[in-house]
């Protein structure tokens, strides 16, 4: 009868390790679309909006657009009401590493002011510009698509005052906050 031998370390077979998940590449473009929260930017306690953006990425670098639009909010002021709601394009540059991202962003735009309620109601329009930074978070689902977190804080450059005759009812807050969740493809 043969006996069995232990099996010696240079018999037996390699083990082949291979990462769990898809690996991404670094490189390519990125498209996202998400719902907004923002406070500080419209008058009223805080508005929603949607966005759509666009970046490429190269190494650890990426460079995007964005459109913007936060919807219409208001507040009662001086016996009558003031209500505005805005359009913005955004140019982002970001570092990401894996899935955390920070951002340089300047924004330009237009917001659209009115009041009602007033001796004389008035709507009107100015130029919105800012500088702030970014927070981003991706979660892909695989190498195409994902989730994407943002919080964003900006200073504008070129803020909106509301006035009632002689009196400022509201004005551009030092600081805008801007959330959102939405979706992102990576092809």
């Known amino acids: 009868m043969a006996s069995a031998r232990p099996v010696a370390a240079a018999e037996r077979p390699a083990r082949r390790v291979e990462a769990v998940g898809p690996r991404r590449q670094r490189g390519g473009w990125h498209l996202w679309a998400a719902g907004l929260g923002a406070l500080g930017i419209t008058p009223g306690a805080g508005t929603g909006g949607a966005l759509l ?53 300047g924004t330009v735009g237009w917001q659209r002011s009115a009041g009602s309620g007033f001796a004389v109601d008035r709507e009107a329009g100015t130029p919105f510009v800012s500088v702030g930074v970014r927070a981003r978070y991706e979660l892909l689902a695989g190498r195409e698509l994902g989730l994407v977190f943002l919080a964003e804080a900006a200073s504008p450059i070129a803020s909106t005052r509301l006035r009632v005759g002689d009196q400022a009812v509201w004005e551009s807050a030092p600081v805008g906050l801007l959330v959102g969740l939405g979706g992102v493809v990576a092809p």
């Open 53 to 105: 953006g666009a970046d490429v990425e190269v190494g650890w670098w990426r460079l995007g657009l964005e459109g913007r639009w936060l919807a219409a909010s208001s507040t009662e002021v001086a016996g009558g009401r003031v209500e505005a709601d805005a359009l913005q394009g955004a140019a982002l540059g970001c570092v990401q590493a894996g899935g955390l991202g920070g951002c340089a962003v």
